[in-house]
C-alpha cells in the first residue's frame, strides 16, 4: 500500500538568510513556515487526499459554507527545541482529542487522532529548521483547522470538509515581553452559555469574543473576562486562555469544566504539575465580587492566565464596574512562577517528564 500522506516538497522554500531575519523577532502568528498539511473529506471518500504540499493561498467558491455559517474548528499546539537538540511536541493527542469533540459537537466528521498527529509530524519535518534554537524563548507554533467546503448556501451540515496544518515560528505572545497584564470584566458580554459551544474549540467563539476585547482594550486594559451567562457572577475564563488563583494558604484554585469553558491543556497540565508539586489544587467556581474582595484582603495572593500560546502570564490587575483592584502587588508570584517554571521545563526537555507528556519527532 502506498503511504497515506504524499509529501511534495515546496520548489521554492525560503532562502536561508531571509527565513533567519523572519525568525529573528517572529512577535506571534505572522512568520510562516514553507509548507503546509492537507487532508480532505467527503461523504463519499472519506478522508483522503492527504498531503505535505507547499504554503500556498486557497481559491475556494465564495459559497464555501464556511464563510456563510462557520462551521469551523482548530487547535493550538507548539513544536519545541529540546535542550539535547531533538524536536518534541507537547500532549499532541490531547489537542487531537480535543479537535475530535469539537468537531462532534460542530457536527463535522471527526479526524482520526492518529492521522492528526500524523499530520503535525509530517509538517514538522519537512519544516524543522523553522523551529528555534533551544534556549530562546520560541517554538513553532501549530495552527490544525478544519472548515466546511461544500458549495450550498442550505444551513446544514457540510458534505465535504478541508483539514489543515499551518506553522508559525513565534516568540512571546505578548508585545513588550514578560509582564503582568490587566483584565476588563465585561459587564454586558458572555463568552459561552449553557448548551453551546464554550467547551468547542470553534472560530465564532473568537468571533463573539472580539468587541469584548476590544472593549477591555477601551478601559486600558490587556485582555478581558468573561462571567458565566446565567448569572453573571462566576468567573470563567479569558478569551483565548483559562483561569488560575493562588492563595495565601498556597492553595490553587481554576473554574471547573462546566461546558461553557475551554478545557485548556496547559490547565489540566498545571493542576497535574501542581499536584506533583505537592500543592492543594481545586476546580471550583470563583464569583467576582469574591475576587475583588480577596484581592483586597490578601487573600488572593496571585492570578494568572494560561494556555499554549500565553505559556503563563501573570495578572496583576483587574477592573470591573465598580473600578480597579491589584493582584499580589501586581507582580507575579512564586508559586506562578514556580508552576511556569516546573512546566517550560518538561516541554523544554531540561526536567523530567514523568507523564509522558513529550513527544520526541
Ligand atoms: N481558553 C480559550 C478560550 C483558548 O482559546 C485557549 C487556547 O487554546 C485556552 C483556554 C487554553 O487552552 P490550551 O492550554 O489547550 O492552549
Ligand atoms: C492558543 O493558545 O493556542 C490559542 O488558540 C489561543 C489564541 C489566543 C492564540
Redesign the pocket.
Known amino acids: 500500500m502506498p503511504p497515506f500522506f504524499d509529501v511534495r516538497p515546496s520548489a521554492q522554500p525560503i532562502a536561508v538568510a531571509e527565513r533567519l531575519a523572519r525568525m529573528a523577532d517572529p512577535g506571534f502568528g505572522r512568520v510562516f513556515t514553507d509548507h503546509m498539511a492537507v487532508i480532505r473529506w467527503s461523504e463519499a471518500d472519506g478522508w483522503h487526499d492527504a498531503h505535505i504540499a507547499a504554503r500556498a493561498p486557497l481559491v475556494m467558491d465564495p459559497a464555501s459554507s464556511v464563510f456563510h455559517y462557520a462551521q469551523e474548528i482548530f487547535e493550538?499546539m507548539k513544536a519545541y527545541r529540546l535542550a539535547d537538540g531533538g524536536t518534541a511536541l507537547f500532549r499532541p493527542t490531547a489537542n487531537a482529542r480535543r479537535f475530535r469533540d469539537s468537531a462532534s459537537r460542530m457536527a463535522m466528521p471527526e479526524l482520526p487522532e492518529a492521522l492528526f498527529v500524523e499530520a503535525i509530524e509530517r509538517l514538522v519535518a519537512i519544516d524543522r529548521d523553522w523551529v528555534p534554537a533551544s534556549g530562546v524563548e520560541g517554538s513553532l507554533y501549530l495552527r490544525p483547522f478544519q472548515i466546511a467546503s461544500e458549495v450550498f448556501l442550505g444551513v446544514k451540515p457540510s458534505t465535504e470538509y478541508l483539514f489543515m496544518v499551518i506553522a508559525s515560528t513565534v516568540g512571546a505572545y505578548w508585545k513588550g515581553g514578560e509582564r503582568a497584564i490587566s483584565c476588563w470584566v465585561s459587564p454586558d458580554h458572555t463568552r459561552a452559555a449553557p448548551g453551546g459551544t464554550g467547551a468547542a474549540k470553534c472560530g465564532g467563539n473568537y468571533a463573539a469574543s472580539l468587541l469584548a476585547q476590544k472593549e477591555a482594550i477601551a478601559q486600558g486594559c490587556d485582555q478581558v473576562v468573561f462571567l458565566d451567562a446565567v448569572e453573571r457572577r462566576w468567573v470563567e475564563e479569558l478569551g483565548?486562555m483559562n483561569l488560575f488563583f493562588v492563595f495565601d494558604d498556597g492553595s490553587v484554585a481554576t473554574p471547573p469544566l462546566t461546558g461553557t469553558i475551554l478545557p485548556g491543556i496547559t490547565r489540566d497540565s498545571l493542576l497535574t504539575i501542581a499536584r506533583d508539586l505537592g500543592v492543594a489544587v481545586r476546580e471550583e467556581r470563583y464569583a467576582v465580587d469574591q475576587w475583588r474582595a480577596d484581592a483586597t484582603s490578601g487573600r488572593l495572593a496571585e492570578a494568572f492566565a494560561c494556555?499554549?500560546?500565553?505559556v503563563v502570564t501573570t495578572i496583576g490587575e483587574v477592573q470591573d464596574a465598580q473600578g480597579r483592584f491589584t493582584i499580589g502587588g501586581g507582580r507575579a508570584g512564586p508559586v506562578t512562577t514556580a508552576l511556569r517554571d516546573a512546566l517550560l521545563a518538561i516541554q523544554r526537555g531540561v526536567a523530567a517528564d514523568p507523564h509522558g507528556w513529550l513527544h520526541r519527532l
Open positions: 493550538g483565548g494556555g499554549t500560546a500565553a
